[in-house]
């Protein structure tokens, strides 16, 4: 058995791969899935495959219709999603995944530092695990593969 | 006909009281439901109804597991969702609420500033109509009632 | 027990209101729905919540936003769902449509002239009931609510 | 990760041949099906396979039966569609297709030449993107593989 | 609390005017829904609505399609659907809507004589109850509302 | 805006009365529906209905057709789920109408003593507000109808 | 792409063999399963498994209940389903599964010879393709996979 | 054709490891999956992951969290599920397993000893197949892949 995990999350550090480290390091049956982690080409792709647009607004609509293409299909494909919170930026894209990932049926394993707890307090109760590491989201989905 | 509405956003001001006032004046046969938009209330209704909690971790746990009860029940009776964003606040249930609403097959009618416009690119791609006023959200709803 | 019905189709002519009126001389307990039916209404919708728009293309995505809301709830609203097909105009939201309301299990009355047999016979197929007159899909409604 | 692709759209030209060359060109893990891309086979396929029948209208309803039943089961198993517009033709299965495919929650990627704007523009709305050629179909395809 | 109760089953003598009107006697809140339950309309009725047809399959094809329009209808409306079995009539009918009523989720009571029991026993296997007799069926609706 | 409430747990007290007494009291718009609390009657109901049965392993498989019929069109007309779990008895029915609510989607508050908390700790974590008293159950569902 | 194909009808004679054999000569790439075809098996099998049963009707609740285990996991793994109905038996479990196809959105190929046009005529309506031989329903999947 | 099946039900001995042996000796294509076996993991697994906690009932909460997120995976994955009662422990896990894969519309195989039957008779009812013993459950099982 393999599972498919969808990272949700910001795009500005590579908080990914230390998570596909060390899922391999664990020797984890996992595949990774996320949005485009390269945030000038999640920004430009719409002109990109489109064309340019007039103005930023128009940029931004033709960028995240591809953006959005992607993370529907991939969430799809997921059997469970992580979705990691942190101090720094707006993060709405992680909440509105965690969102859909509940309403899916879909699994959420949550990484926020405890700081936060209070505006990301509603999501951790829909999450139905709560994290504060990296290493943590990987034990728990470790757990689903052990028998002792 | 009636359609239920959902009204996601802030609690910090009374700007849905402002659109149920002018839904009433359009004569629009529209019934508003939302969180709780006392704020204290929200943030204190896990102690009010399990009891003092330890700490405040677990204060927001009790909280967020009634104030996500409220929305549970509420959205599932939602024809459709008006979700508010502004330059002010963290504003992920918000984020929640609109993924959850898209997922669940109702229709989002997003209302942001335009200097918003990037950050909220995706929630925006995704809604059904995306407009800056509350007044626009209403004339949206109006024309699914007109017939001329 | 009433029933809702969704009247797809051209917006260039009056035959909503025929049904209408044969409805009630048949005393049907149907309530009927439709999109906007002032056709310049529907080509204008957008620029006159949103505001103005920069050229045709986006006058057009804000209008079709506006009519798609539209649609997505009374569809949902709907029991059966009524498509009629003629021989002119391009007609395909008539056809969206057609495919949105079999894909959602609500069963097709298709209304077509037997000249357009040949364009339009995946669609036939899928439709619950085929027929070439708007008293012919109202009788078939009237079948559901008779006893002898 | 491989994806199941379904090609809606005319069955007069070979669009589709040249979308599996590129496709194979760019390396894509790409699945593609269609529906029956030799017109005279899928208006002859309902007589092939049952029989003679006494005029044309059951000679259509026998093919249609048969080309939907191939779309049913295609659809099905789709991850996403494209669906393809152009200026000749009525286009009405293509439609049917991209309702159909938006009401399971499959996204949909519309091509459509810029002068189709305004009868398209629905569905467009409905699209999760909107592109101009085969080539910008396939990009936004091969997006959802890349990550940098 | 009213229930919406839909009675499958042949329509050849009146067990559901029998139904009926024990329902009304007991004084249960039962709102009762049925196939066309005059046999001939119910075979005529394609033609009455479409127009004569060439051969007998197409009067039946027609015919059915008014059917299948009503049952499709009816049966979404059902809160439980009651199946009759006797010794006599082919009933394939009644098995299909049993077995439609069944994968939609909906409680099916089955009321068959005990000498029907060896072929009609995957389908006694799918009911939620199984009884010999009308009034037993209408004790078991009972039940739903009593609470002492 | 009325809530029905599934009042799932034990028939061997009057607890639901005392809910019913209160929920009047607080003159919440809540209407309650549960399992036949008349004990005798919910062991001996599949006799009085089908018949004598011949031994007590088949009076018990009539006797829970029939409180499974209940169950299950009761707790699809459910707005949310009470669960109440005590020291006594198996409970084992209202584990199951507990686990079922929650894979319907519906919204579930559980009410145990927290000496219980060890063994019922997994479908604490699946319920959406775990509270010790009906007093408490009863507050949250007042939460939701409170604006202030 | 392989399908699964689940052959619904009667276990009397050694029809699947004949649709198994065809398949293989036109090398079609379809996984066939079905119900028991021993028909002794399939009435023996609830006392094989179960233990002897105090009566007829008691065995047959045995047997029947193995028997929709089997048939409730192969038709989940189905992509279309075939039913074929003859002039001899009942064939209620044929219509059963035929309408538990259909309600669960599976493609639904009808074989029945044209004699029993009329107590099968709803069944017909609701199939996606009706033929009278097997060699016809193999051709009808046969062009699923064909592109020219 | 191979099969998932959950073994829902007690982690106090090794019934599971009976059953994966027997499946072996069997030549069934069977693949198991079940919660933690190991109890005191299972208890402490909470703390393990995300740190110790203040007092047992949180401890409780934490190690369910995972234990569930354990189970929504596997029981996602699974095709058929299996659950077993016995004389001893609470076991209302296993019940609210049995009550998740009904409700998912996955078969239940109960087994339970036959002095149990009043207490689980409802879930009895709502299993497709009750037996005594694990060899009886594979017996079940066996079935599904036999054709003679």
């Known amino acids: 058995?393999?599972?498919?995990?969808?990272?949700?999350?910001?795009?500005?550090?590579?908080?990914?791969?230390?998570?596909?480290?060390?899922?391999?390091?664990?020797?984890?049956?996992?595949?990774f899935t996320a949005p485009m982690e390269n945030h000038d080409r999640s920004d430009n792709i719409g002109e990109e495959v489109i064309g340019q647009q007039p103005d930023k607004i128009l940029k931004d609509e033709a960028a995240s219709s591809l953006n959005n293409l992607r993370t529907q299909i991939l969430m799809q494909k997921a059997d469970v999603v992580i979705a990691l919170f942190g101090e720094k930026y707006k993060q709405w894209n992680t909440a509105v995944d965690a969102g859909t990932a509940v309403a899916l049926g879909k699994p959420l394993i949550l990484i926020r530092p405890q700081e936060l707890h209070h505006p990301?307090?509603?999501?951790?109760?829909?999450?139905?695990?709560?994290?504060?590491?990296?290493?943590?989201?990987?034990?728990?989905?470790s757990y689903v593969f052990e028998t002792k």
């Open 1 to 31: 058995m393999e599972l498919n995990v969808y990272l949700a999350g910001q795009i500005h550090d590579d908080w990914r791969e230390e998570i596909r480290q060390k899922a391999e390091e664990m020797e984890l049956p996992l595949h």
């Open 120 to 141: 990301v307090k509603e999501i951790a109760n829909k999450a139905q695990v709560v994290v504060e590491t990296k290493e943590q989201a990987l034990q728990a989905l």
